[in-house]
């Protein structure tokens, strides 16, 4: 079982940046989606960003599309949330989650077997 950890969240003013990284433990990285998700009070938890095992592969909730990039560094077992221009509406605790092997992204969390804890970001007005 893969071990998911979090890092990069905070407290932000509205058109700033953050970056979060979630770090993978043992082997089970290479090879696998990577995707980030995303849950606000109240919401369901909702598909943020994905990148298949090469990194050719990325995709995009259209809420942050051009504002948003997702990373990896297979070296390093690790995946990277770039956000920029964020909003108080990004306000929320973001999940780092694995998918399945390959380059076949999906956009449900359903198809993504393992966790992190989450980190929180929240975006001031």
């Known amino acids: 079982q893969v071990q998911l950890v979090e890092s990069g969240g905070g407290l932000v003013q509205a058109g700033d940046s953050l970056r979060l990284s979630c770090a993978a433990s043992?082997?089970?990285?290479?090879?696998?989606?990577m995707g980030w998700f995303r849950q606000a009070p109240g919401k369901e938890r909702e598909f943020v960003a994905a990148?298949?095992?090469?990194?050719?592969?990325?995709a995009y909730a259209n809420s942050v599309k051009g504002r948003f990039t997702i990373s990896r560094n297979n070296a390093k077992n690790t995946v990277y949330l770039q956000m920029n221009s964020l909003k108080p509406e990004d306000t929320a605790v973001y999940y780092c989650?694995?998918?399945?092997?390959?380059?076949?992204?999906?956009?449900?969390?359903?198809?993504?077997?393992?966790w992190g804890q989450g980190t929180q970001v929240t975006v001031s007005s």
């Open positions: 043992g082997r089970t990285f290479s090879g696998y989606i």
């Open positions: 990148v298949d095992w090469s990194a050719a592969g990325t």
């Open positions: 989650a694995r998918g399945d092997y390959g380059s076949q992204i999906s956009l449900r969390a359903a198809d993504f077997g393992s």
